[in-house]
């Protein structure tokens, strides 16, 4: 039994629905474009699953949050797909792939064959048994990657009102778990081995604003030890938490959130790997020219930091999504995926947005007992990152484009003392177009790649020139 199409995305999650919007946009024939998804249902948004998906009331529930409403556009539901003419092979795993014949094999014993192939396999949770800890197959032991995840957290939540969870991990998933669980009236009791919540972004400073109202909020704290076992009871029912540093901890439930791991298996020895995923050049390529590879699976260069990075975050699934199809369709008219990591979090009332790299110097301003505030990251002279909560739609698109045009920064304490003005004046500047190779932070021009370009860099050039003069007025008179 086989099929063959032009276009295969293996994998249904959120970059694989983007892709679908994508190809209709630009005009995929019917029977050309086929998606195989081991989840049963259609490509939705995933980051709903910690947030409207766990509320106690009129909670978020497919099909509202299909893909591609995250981003404001179409809700792509099965008949969506069915209208377009793209064949959805659902709840089916795919568990060979052999790139050299261009096929995968799936877990009904179906060969798919392809022209160009788009993997966006995600990342699975880690378990606690890669941690040399057992006890995840506990029914009350839950996980969040996927809508059978969330259904069952939601089960378990259900079954102990009034109940004490532990979460173990202290990252995103960490952390919007315990914010769900305390909006569902359970006791929370976070666990990490770090000295403090999302170790990976957070610095000191930042964690603690978020703990501090998590702790209002009645959630408590164990940080610098690990889960080192469970007790059960005769049902196999998960009793209580034995930390490393020997407490204990009793429990109607667990979360466990301690990171992913990107779904390369199926690659291994056929592609080239980086950093725990397929690495891609900046047409989203792989090392095999039939094969490109988006969202939490890809590993892509990240210009504006000259190195390749994978992400894990849904912006970034969306954007390589709608780039792979136009490297696809369009390779003469498509430039290199250009794109500053974005990152977003909502927690509570709370909610925040980064930009950029958190690397270097940390510039914080605004209230920091207040309800907004923000930080910047300066590195070799340059913004580099900024971070903000409790902004305006106006201020999270200026801290974004402030830290697209990575101004140069002299003046650290002018930075701080300016705060997020900075960001809102520097945004303010008139747009720079058409898209070519620029570094505001150099204030120059990378070479013009073509004839019009040069036309173009002379215009750019005097914007820019306009730019350093009035920056260079702005900073004085600041
Ligand atoms: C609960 C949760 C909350 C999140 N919240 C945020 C947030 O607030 N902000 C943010 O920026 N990011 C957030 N994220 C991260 C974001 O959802 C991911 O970055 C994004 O989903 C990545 O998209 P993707 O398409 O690469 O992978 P996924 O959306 O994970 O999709 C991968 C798909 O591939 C399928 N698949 C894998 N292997 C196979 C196979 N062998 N055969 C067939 N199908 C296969 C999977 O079943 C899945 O459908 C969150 C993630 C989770 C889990």
């Not at 049902?235 to 901890?249: I, P, Q």
């Amino acid at each position: 039994m086989g099929r063959a199409f032009v276009y295969v995305i293996l994998g249904g999650g959120v970059a694989a629905g983007y892709a679908a919007l994508e190809f209709v946009k630009k005009g995929v024939s019917h029977g050309e474009l086929c998606i195989i998804s081991e989840e049963p249902v259609a490509p939705y948004e995933r980051p709903a699953l910690s947030k409207g998906f766990l509320l106690p009331e009129a909670a978020a529930r497919l099909p509202s949050f299909h893909t591609c409403v995250g981003a404001n556009e179409e809700r792509l539901t099965p008949k969506w797909y069915k209208e377009h003419g793209i064949e959805l092979v659902l709840g089916t795993g795919v568990k060979s792939a052999d790139v050299k014949r261009k096929t995968l094999l799936t877990t009904t014993g179906e060969t798919i064959s392809y022209k160009f192939l788009i993997v966006a396999t995600g990342a699975r949770a880690l378990k606690l048994e890669e941690f040399g800890v057992s006890g995840s197959d506990a029914e009350n032991v839950c996980y969040l990657r996927d809508i059978a995840d969330a259904n069952r957290l939601v089960n378990v939540m259900q079954s102990c009102p009034g109940g004490n969870a532990v979460v173990i991990g202290g990252g995103y998933i960490g952390m919007e778990c315990a914010a769900s669980l305390v909006i569902n009236k359970i006791n929370v009791t976070m666990v990490f081995p770090e000295e403090h919540c999302m170790a990976r972004l957070f610095t000191t400073k930042i964690a603690n604003y978020y703990e501090e109202y998590y702790k209002s909020r009645g959630v408590n704290f164990v940080k610098g030890t690990v889960l080192s076992s469970f007790d059960f009871d005769s049902n196999g029912k998960v009793t209580a938490v034995n930390l490393r540093d020997g407490s204990t901890l009793s429990v109607d439930m667990v979360v466990v959130g301690i990171g992913i791991r990107p779904n390369t298996g199926l690659f291994e020895g056929q592609l080239t790997l980086e950093k725990g995923g397929i690495k891609v050049n900046g047409m989203l390529q792989s090392s095999n020219g039939s094969v490109y590879a988006i969202g939490d699976v890809a590993a892509f260069p990240v210009k504006a930091f000259g190195e390749t990075r994978r992400l894990e975050h849904v912006d970034s699934a969306r954007k390589c999504a709608k780039h792979v199809v136009a490297a696809i369709l369009e390779p003469d008219k498509t430039g290199e995926f250009d794109y500053i990591p974005f990152f977003y979090s909502r927690i509570f009332t709370l909610s925040w947005q980064f930009y950029g790299d958190n690397v270097g110097e940390v510039v914080y301003y605004g209230d920091m007992s207040g309800s907004a505030f923000g930080a910047y990251w300066v590195s070799k002279g340059h913004l580099v990152g900024a971070f903000l909560e409790g902004g305006t739609k106006e201020e999270y698109e200026a801290i974004a484009k402030v830290t697209r045009l990575r101004p140069a920064i002299e003046d650290l304490t002018e930075l701080e003392r300016l705060g997020l003005k900075f960001a809102v004046s520097v945004s303010q500047k008139p747009a720079v177009s058409p898209p070519v190779e620029i570094r505001a932070s150099d204030l120059l021009l990378e070479k013009p790649l073509y004839a019009w370009h040069a036309t173009a860099g002379v215009i750019i050039a005097a914007s820019i020139a306009a730019f350093a003069y009035f920056y260079g007025k702005k900073r004085r008179r600041w």
